[in-house]
């Protein structure tokens, strides 16, 4: 009312300032950082040899200046900051799974296949059997690392990397050890720690034929005989082992591997096509698996709905009264503690011999809470229960207070009863506050991994189930067994199970979204 | 040499990027003559002081990173390719998964390999190559009550009778305890189903599944149906019932010790009573010192290893820490006057080392997940349920 008595004129300059000096520094700082920011990542991702990721964030950063400094499209402006972020933190993650979902990437398959290819290398070198121990000297002349051996029968040599050993005649120490030979520089050991590298590539054969063997010292004191039970051919991208000939070839999925099958380790990361998908569907396990999404959505719907229910039913009975604060902060309190150590009292008090709820609270009954296992999905569900339940206990609080007395007093006043006013018209309004709560309420018990893990790490057992799944396993407690045996990890095929989870709680949120936008058409 | 065009490139862009930032440096090149290890925070402690001695000594720079314990093993595996791992790592033995990722690289000890206990020494090889240098040897033993059970138990038959007799005179709760609940622990049963013969791998064969261990099955299920080791007992309650003399025996190892001594139960340490008419043989654990693939001192690393690691006084050093028996033979015989010690290291002598085959990876899942299902009498047939899980296992390690 009042803008409009004043001159529009004003209103308009008001609105629109001519930029001052002070929004244009402010403006220059904050794009500033943000292309310092930027040109500091791209520099990363080229030190590491990711250029398709250097490219990428080039791409955006002239993006991000085009859009900041050209005038007008303020709708860009304001919606960038979100996009980027959007981007970043869902995008980048969900491509990135796709990607790691077509490798073998996980245990055995850990590095480049360079990297492998140098640790079989390095693993193939084996100290020839009961060979000699020799005292040694690292010598330098001209830049170039030398071996000064002296042999356990007293004989001494001198050898670099690719010259064979030959005889010499040293200077040594009273207890008859080579130290010095003249035209070369016998280094300390700090002199050696700054060549240590080197130290660590030199080699020294024992002579001309390389299949003797030579000289390595890994600490510049002692140094024994090795010989390679490997060998790298690197035109036919092969190993061959020269004491039997045997021939390793790469065998495409990560591996050399000779004709018995036989791999070496380590293998490298490398893509594998569609292998983990065929291996996370595979046509074995397909009963089960939909014996445990059933039981997952099953779990996801009772544990939203019980948990809604519950919040629902005591946000209306505490509604109005006195203290409500009280009770709300009260009941904040399972929410506040951390799922995965009240998931591990929990699991505590429900022990069938030394549990609370059996000792003391049925006093020393024995029933199996977490054994049996139909009470053991009745026992998760209601632990998610006591998770969830403030949270919409919260949320429903909230909305019964922003729903007008005057349409529940109207419809009594239209001689509606307390339930008809109630179903028709509470309850309708909270759930056009709630429903969007609910689907993503569903989607996060769908993958709850921590109460389920916590509580029976998908127990009770069913030795029969060929996938390990046990009565309580939802499926990303499964994936995560599958996935992650122990020590063995593998990233390849549980990113494929976590494509295909996102798949299935994509196309349903996407069908639920749509139910609930019947629901706010109330208004 | 594109690779190293575009380095060059990548360096040329850094160091525009750190103009543009000003404040903000690009990290330097890793060119620090430092010993970088990490470790878990106990090991920290206890290897820091010795170590740094001996860097002085040497004339090197030591660092101590500290990592989780839980985390440390499969970040050592990631950072190492990326060349961010450390020169050194300080934990379980695990030769087979650390060389099977490309990420340690082989040490020669030379004659000083004779200084090791054999058995650990093995734990830390693979097809005859050197990796681990191990520096700590523990098993699980049995904690005995000397008040509730002043006489060794011969077999387990009698442990257990000792044990009900107890606790129907009121004086204990439980007649054994061993932490298996809530999901099993074959590791603390190995003791118990050795004694019946049984072994889990003959070379690259699963053996887990013959005669010996259908018989361990057999009696796993009496007991679980007597009450001689209850399925609900989780590490927790098992330790607690023994520290407050509420059960006679506990099977546990030298990482319980401090706490037991703390409680002022009077205990002895015995060997696991045999169940099954043979000795009852429980794993062996080796903690050793692994050398980075990509270490950026590798002579500062192999000195640690095959000087540091190989001195008397090091090894007693590191036992004053852990009280674990050390792999150093003449360590182990400087350290024997200590009688649990001495107890610890007699059973050891009996100890089986865990098959380090990658196989053993697909082992212990099933394993223990059948031992709880017979213990909890959820196996119609314990001995058809041992069989079918040594089909599972054969399939899990055919599947890779």
């Not at chain 1, 053991?376 to 998610?384: D, F, M, P, R």
């Amino acid at each position: 009312m009042r803008l409009s008595t004043t001159k529009p004129a004003s209103v308009g300059s008001a609105l629109r300032p001519k930029a001052s000096i002070f929004g244009l520094t402010v403006k220059i700082i904050l794009i500033g950082l943000v292309d310092a920011f930027g040109l500091f990542m791209v520099s990363q991702f080229f030190l590491v040899d990711q250029i398709g990721l250097a490219a990428v964030a080039i791409l955006g950063l002239v993006v991000i200046n085009v859009i900041y400094w050209r005038r007008g499209g303020l709708a860009a402006k304001y919606l960038t900051p979100g996009l980027v972020f959007l981007l970043v933190f869902q995008v980048f993650v969900i491509i990135y799974t796709v990607i790691i979902s077509f490798t073998n990437s996980g245990t055995g398959h850990n590095v480049s296949k360079d990297s492998a290819i140098e640790s079989i290398i390095n693993n193939s070198i084996v100290r020839v059997e009961d060979s000699p121990t020799y005292d040694v000297r690292v010598l330098e002349q001209g830049g170039n690392l030398f071996l000064l051996a002296t042999s356990p029968d007293g004989d001494f040599f001198l050898g670099g990397q690719d010259e064979p050993l030959k005889p010499v005649v040293p200077s040594k120490t009273a207890s008859g050890i080579a130290t010095e030979v003249t035209g070369y520089n016998t280094l300390k050991l700090a002199q050696i720690f700054a060549v240590q590298e080197e130290l660590a590539e030199l080699t020294v054969p024992l002579d001309d034929n390389p299949a003797d063997g030579y000289l390595r010292s890994a600490d510049g004191s002692t140094a024994f005989v090795f010989s390679a039970n490997l060998v790298y051919d690197a035109s036919n991208d092969t190993f061959v082992d020269p004491s039997t000939g045997n021939t390793f070839v790469d065998n495409g999925a990560g591996n050399f591997v000779d004709s018995n099958g036989e791999e070496l380790q380590p293998g490298w990361n490398t893509a594998i096509g569609f292998a983990n998908y065929a291996k996370a569907l595979g046509a074995s396990a397909q009963v089960e698996l939909l014996g445990v999404f059933v039981w997952t959505l099953t779990y996801a719907v009772s544990s939203v709905a019980l948990t809604f229910g519950l919040g629902l039913f005591l946000a209306i009975t505490i509604n109005g009264l006195r203290g409500t604060r009280l009770y709300r902060s009260l009941l904040i309190l399972p929410y506040a503690f951390p799922v995965f150590l009240s998931g591990l009292i929990w699991s505590g008090l429900l022990n069938e011999t030394f549990g609370f709820v059996n000792q003391v609270l049925l006093g020393g009954a024995s029933v199996p809470w977490l054994q049996d296992p139909i009470l053991a999905k009745i026992s998760v569900i209601l632990v998610s229960v006591w998770f969830g339940f403030p949270y919409f206990f919260l949320v429903c609080l909230g909305a019964l207070q922003s729903v007008p007395p005057e349409l529940a007093e109207a419809a009594r006043v239209d001689g509606a009863k307390p339930s008809q006013v109630f179903s028709k018209i509470t309850l309708p309004l909270v759930l056009v506050a709630t429903s969007p709560l609910l689907v993503a309420g569903f989607a996060f018990s769908f993958n709850d991994f921590n109460t389920i893990f916590v509580l029976t790490g998908g127990g009770p057992i069913n030795i029969d189930s060929s996938i390990s799944a046990g009565a309580t396993d939802i499926l990303i407690t499964l994936v995560y067994k599958q996935a992650f045996v122990n020590t063995t990890v593998d990233y390849g095929l549980a990113s494929a199970f976590a494509v295909i989870i996102f798949l299935v709680i994509t196309i349903m949120s996407i069908f639920l979204f749509r139910r609930t936008r019947s629901l706010e058409e109330v208004y | 040499m594109f690779a190293s065009l575009r380095k060059k490139v990548g360096v040329a862009v850094a160091v525009a990027g750190a103009l543009a930032l000003s404040a903000c440096a690009a990290p330097a090149p890793e060119v620090s003559g430092k010993l970088t290890v990490w470790t878990e925070d106990y090991y920290v402690a206890i290897f820091e002081p010795l170590a740094q001695e001996w860097a002085a000594e040497v004339g090197i720079e030591i660092e101590f990173v500290t990592k989780d314990f839980f985390e440390m093993t499969n970040q050592f595996i990631a950072a190492v390719p990326a060349g961010e791992g450390p020169d050194l790592f300080i934990g379980g033995m695990a030769t087979t998964l650390l060389v099977g990722n490309g990420v340690v690289a082989p040490v020669e000890l030379g004659d000083k390999a004779n200084l090791f206990s054999a058995n650990a020494l093995a734990a830390g090889q693979l097809d005859g190559v050197q990796y681990g240098i191990p520096f700590s040897i523990e098993n699980v033993a049995v904690y005995r009550n000397t008040d509730l059970a002043p006489e060794p138990a011969a077999t387990f038959d009698d442990a257990i009778a000792t044990g009900n007799e107890l606790v129907a005179a009121g004086s204990a709760d439980s007649p054994f305890a061993v932490g298996v609940g809530p999901d099993g622990n074959s590791y603390l049963l190995m003791g118990l189903q050795s004694s019946f013969g049984s072994t889990l791998f003959d070379g690259e064969e699963l053996t887990i599944d013959d005669q010996a261990g259908q018989d361990f099955a057999a009696a796993l299920a009496d007991w679980g149906a007597s009450g001689a080791i209850n399925p609900d007992m989780t590490l927790d309650i098992a330790l607690t019932q023994f520290k407050e003399g509420r059960t006679p025996y506990l099977i546990t190892g030298p990482w319980d010790l401090n706490g037991i001594k703390e409680s002022g139960v009077p205990y002895a340490i015995d060997p696991i009573p045999s169940a099954g008419g043979e000795v009852a043989a429980p794993f062996a654990g080796n903690y050793a010192v692994y050398q980075s693939s990509e270490a950026t001192n590798p002579l500062a690393a192999s000195l640690f290893l095959t000087d540091f690691m190989t001195r008397t006084a090091t090894a007693v050093g590191i036992f004053e820490g852990n009280k674990t028996l050390p792999a150093l033979i003449p360590a182990q015989e400087e350290v024997s006057t200590d009688p649990d010690v001495k107890a610890f290291a007699e059973i050891g002598a009996t100890a089986v080392s865990i098959p380090g085959l990658a196989a053993m990876d697909q082992v212990w899942g099933p394993w223990g997940e059948t031992e709880m299902a017979i213990l909890r009498g959820q196996a119609a047939d314990p001995v058809q349920a041992w069989i079918d899980m040594g089909v599972r296992i054969r399939e899990a390690i055919a599947a890779g």
